[in-house]
């Protein structure tokens, strides 16, 4: 997620709970499999796109299979616990996150069409089942 906020430039309110969910899920597989998953290989399978103003998700590009499944739930209450805090106060581990939003159009990211990234989303597929690939079953 860290390096998606850099190269976006955007901070974290930004991104819509979809992402969160998707990088989440993605993230823990690979490193309970020993998988180095990129920035790279997460935009092989996904487009970054603004869907409200200063806000962004991913959609699945046509024909990538979802390494996550079921993670479009509806966040009831979010606002309830969403909180700020000042960047200083996090510490020099969170020095790249941005300060304030960033309202300009983010530019496509661009990625190729790689085969190692093919490869590292079929051993994931092929490890996990549909259900273990879930948000709700890899939320610690």
């Not at 930004?14 to 993230?27: A, E, G, K, N, T």
């Amino acid at each position: 997620m860290t390096q998606l906020l850099t190269v976006m430039q955007v901070s974290p309110g930004q991104i819509m709970p979809l992402v969160w969910r998707v990088v989440h899920v993605i993230d823990k597989l690979a490193q309970d499999s020993n998988v180095d998953f990129t920035l790279e290989d997460l935009l092989y399978m996904y487009d970054i796109k603004r869907v409200e103003v200063s806000r962004y998700t991913f959609f699945l590009k046509p024909g990538k299979p979802s390494l996550v499944e079921n993670s479009g739930a509806n966040d009831r209450g979010w606002k309830k616990r969403y909180f700020f805090v000042e960047k200083n106060s996090l510490g020099k581990s969170f020095e790249y996150l941005r300060d304030g939003w960033n309202s300009e159009e983010i530019l496509p990211l661009p990625v190729e069409d790689s085969s190692l990234s093919k490869a590292k989303i079929n051993q994931l597929l092929q490890k996990y089942s549909p259900k273990e690939r879930t948000f709700r079953n890899n939320l610690n």
